[in-house]
């Protein structure tokens, strides 16, 4: 089990706190009251789909996300280009997942279910 603060691997041994029926283990006390102060910033999955006007593999990753039942924001770089300069994307779309940046293009799709799941 890993430390959802700073991910460190932590087993059972590590403190132990129940958030909504969920058991989260931490590697010390600064960590567990980093979590309890805003358990949201680390239990909340951030999805932002990087996309260009009338991106036809945009369309087809926004269709794959809704199926799965995923909220996204959807990030237009040509409109906010420091985004590229965040994740230098070359093609459209781009797949970011809590400020990294997972998939360029179209992901198969047990392979974003797998990285949806963690």
């Known amino acids: 089990m890993k430390d959802p603060v700073c991910g460190m691997e932590v087993g059972e041994k590590g403190e132990l706190f129940v958030h909504n029926g969920k058991e989260y283990r931490f590697c010390c006390a600064t960590c567990r009251w980093a979590f309890e102060k805003s358990p949201e910033q680390f239990t909340v999955m951030k999805v932002q789909v990087l996309t260009t006007p009338d991106c036809s593999n945009?369309?087809?990753?926004?269709?794959?996300l809704e199926k799965l039942g995923v909220q996204y924001d959807l990030i237009d770089v040509t409109e906010k280009p420091e985004y590229l300069e965040k994740y230098p994307i070359f093609?459209?779309?781009g797949?970011?997942?809590?400020?990294?940046?997972?998939?360029i293009g179209i992901p198969k799709i047990d392979e974003l279910e797998k990285k949806l799941s963690k």
């Open 95 to 103: 797949l970011v997942i809590n400020e990294k940046l997972e998939f």
């Open 58 to 64: 945009c369309a087809v990753l926004e269709k794959m």
């Open 91 to 93: 093609t459209a779309p």
